[in-house]
């Protein structure tokens, strides 16, 4: 898939956004980063209320998604973009969740919000709301070819290729979620027997725009990592990290077969009896 499906640069967007088909979402780690500062006209999406299952933990459902955006005023024609802070990190989450439910044009903008700033471009904390009496969102059924579950993860064991996004330490069994959260929940440490490991952050450069495709095929291959048309599974500690890193390998480096396993190593590791390598 051309980047140019994918992904927007600034001066694109800047030049559309009073596009009545363009929706501008703003997706943060930290979800009261959108009332600080914006994009003009974004609209913001909590990772956590809007994209979490209010009673078990998992994707919230079709229903559900389509009443989200539904009342955003958001139709299935809309040309979508995501962004947001720490590298699109959690942008990169509700990109794989709008492709989970067959959104047919959904892009990020590259950098998100620090190469917007570095670039000098506007933000306002003006919250933007759509009014109008559009359609229904119409979604379509869930694409279980991008999604792993945990039955999955154990039989892709020594079948398939499995990439663990987390940083090293994390990996390795010396932490359990990243060192400024905290480190109590209950999984055992460790990682995925035979998985390899490339940190999510290390596919982006330091302005946060994604490195060349030929850089980062040089990153994952040089870790290990069979990107000849292999199937792979990817997984970090709660799925936000790994969809970023899914849509590195499917989106852009156009491999054929990429399930996130948005269980990751929450649900993985706190299973008993499968198999875990320190």
């Known amino acids: 898939m051309s980047?140019?499906?994918?992904?927007?640069?600034?001066?694109w967007l800047e030049g559309r956004l009073d596009d009545p088909g363009l929706v501008v979402f703003e997706v943060d780690e930290n979800s009261a980063a959108y009332a600080e500062r914006h994009i003009p006209g974004a609209l913001a999406l909590d990772w956590r209320a809007d994209l979490q299952d209010p009673v078990r933990r998992d994707v919230i459902g079709q229903d559900a998604f389509e009443r989200l955006l539904t009342?955003?005023?958001?139709?299935?024609?809309?040309?979508?973009?995501?962004?947001?802070g720490d590298n699109n990190w959690f942008a990169a989450y509700a990109y794989w969740y709008f492709k989970l439910y067959g959104h047919r044009d959904v892009r990020l903008l590259d950098g998100g919000t620090k190469r917007w700033e570095l670039d000098g471009r506007v933000?306002?904390?003006?919250?933007?709301?759509?009014?109008?009496?559009?359609?229904?969102?119409?979604?379509?059924?869930?694409?279980?070819?991008?999604?792993?579950?945990?039955?999955?993860?154990?039989?892709?064991i020594g079948r398939d290729s499995?990439?663990?996004?987390?940083?090293?330490?994390?990996?390795?069994?010396?932490?359990?979620?990243?060192?400024?959260?905290?480190?109590?929940?209950?999984q055992v440490p460790g990682h995925v027997p035979g998985?390899?490991?490339?940190?999510?952050?290390?596919?982006?450069?330091?302005?946060?725009?994604?490195?060349?495709?030929?850089r980062l095929r040089e990153i994952y291959t040089g870790a290990g990592l069979e990107l000849a048309g292999s199937d792979i599974v990817v997984y970090c500690r709660i799925g936000e990290r790994s969809a970023h890193s899914w849509f590195v390998l499917?989106?852009?480096?156009?491999?054929?077969?990429?399930?996130?396993?948005?269980?990751?190593?929450?649900e993985y590791g706190s299973l008993i009896g499968v198999p875990i390598e320190v």
């Open 3 to 11: 980047r140019e499906q994918v992904l927007v640069d600034g001066d």
């Open 71 to 84: 009342a955003h005023q958001v139709t299935a024609d809309d040309t979508v973009i995501l962004y947001g």
């Open 123 to 156: 933000l306002t904390n003006k919250v933007t709301v759509r009014r109008g009496n559009r359609p229904p969102y119409q979604a379509q059924a869930a694409d279980r070819s991008l999604r792993a579950y945990r039955d999955d993860v154990v039989a892709a």
């Open 162 to 186: 499995i990439l663990d996004v987390r940083s090293p330490a994390e990996f390795s069994g010396e932490i359990l979620a990243p060192a400024h959260f905290p480190q109590e929940q209950p």
């Open 195 to 214: 998985a390899v490991n490339v940190p999510w952050s290390q596919a982006v450069a330091d302005d946060g725009t994604f490195y060349s495709d030929e």
């Open 250 to 266: 499917h989106e852009l480096l156009d491999q054929p077969s990429v399930k996130n396993y948005d269980g990751s190593w929450v």
